[in-house]
């Protein structure tokens, strides 16, 4: 993976993805390993929308491994307002040594990879959230012990999140149905690549309305906000579409006895997750939230040193 960008997990390789989630737990068990692994370098990191774990993760990150995170906001550079993408991307390469992105669309995060020299992550777009992916594959592994054969559903809105789950489960070998109301359904394309991808890994990819279907006997129920951001107009019409796809209890009764809860956070409690199955023993949100910094502190590894393991 050296030199190259994290645009999404689809563009990974099987190998490529084991090796990042086999170096983020070794990063996590031995941090003091890799605390001088990059000397005086600099991640810029582009902010279009708000972050509380993707921008604590990187810049936490960056730290531990010795470099050094700029934090480029909203009001900062203005992407594509201020200052067309090819341009902030050619400015940037001249001073920074990784980029990462959190974009509304897709299109920007490729224009800066494709203008940039420097490796470019995706720290999320309209079509992809690729580190939560990353740590959520991470938090699946240390629970279960393995990835393949296992079932995930995921409950709400075919989005962002939803798509990069459908990935990571094609590379791993990890089942994905995505359970939501008509006219939610995840991206034709992705969940095409991600079907094709997933019968070679033993992986099976389903989209269904219904929700005991969709999660009877699964090993991890996961859930994200019904309104993803961009969509804040929305929010009251989808409160009413989405009800019936909350995780509550009753949900979490119908998986396995023994499936775990998950959530990318920020949660809106009541909507599409009780409070109950927030603070239930099921429930691995915050394990999620600490490996999105193990797990993106390996991708920043892999892009960065060549060789390394
Ligand atoms: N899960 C996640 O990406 O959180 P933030 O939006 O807070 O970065
Ligand atoms: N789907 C959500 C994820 C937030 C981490 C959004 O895009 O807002």
Redesign the pocket.
């Given at each position: 993976m050296h030199g190259k960008d994290l645009l999404s997990i689809g563009q990974m390789s099987v190998e490529e993805f084991e090796s990042v989630l086999e170096l983020a737990l070794k990063v996590k068990s031995n941090p003091d390993d890799y605390e001088h692994a990059l000397p005086q370098m600099t991640m810029a990191m582009i902010f279009e929308?708000?972050?509380?774990?993707?921008?604590v993760?990187f810049e936490a990150g960056m730290t531990q491994l010795g470099g050094h995170a700029i934090y480029l906001g909203p009001n900062d550079i203005s992407l594509g307002k201020r200052e067309s993408v090819p341009d902030i991307a050619r400015t940037l390469d001249g001073m920074v040594d990784i980029i990462m992105a959190?974009v509304f669309q897709n299109e920007s995060v490729l224009t800066l990879a494709e203008y940039a020299s420097v490796p470019v992550i995706n720290?999320?777009c309209n079509l992809h959230?690729p580190?939560?992916a990353l740590a959520d594959f991470q938090t699946i592994l240390e629970k279960k012990g393995s990835l393949k054969g296992l079932k995930l559903a995921f409950l709400g809105d075919g989005n962002n999140v939803a798509h990069s789950l459908l990935e990571a489960g094609a590379k791993s070998g990890t089942s994905v149905t995505i359970v939501c109301p008509p006219g939610y359904e995840p991206n034709k394309e992705i969940f095409e690549q991600a079907e094709a991808e997933g019968a070679k890994t033993g992986a099976k990819m389903l989209v269904t309305n219904d929700v005991k279907e969709g999660v009877k006997g699964v090993d991890a129920i996961y859930t994200d906000v019904w309104a993803s951001?961009g969509q804040e107009k929305e929010a009251e019409e989808r409160k009413k579409i989405f009800a019936p796809y909350q995780v509550n209890s009753e949900v979490m009764k119908m998986a396995d006895k023994e499936a775990i809860f998950m959530h990318?956070?920020?949660a809106h409690r009541g909507e599409e997750v009780t409070d109950e199955v927030v603070e239930s023993w099921q429930s691995v949100v915050f394990e999620e939230?600490e490996n999105?910094m193990h797990a993106e502190k390996a991708v920043i590894l892999k892009l960065m040193i060549k060789d390394i393991d």
């Open positions: 929308k708000p972050s509380l774990r993707t921008r993760s959190r720290g999320l959230h580190c939560q951001m990318c956070l920020p939230a999105r």
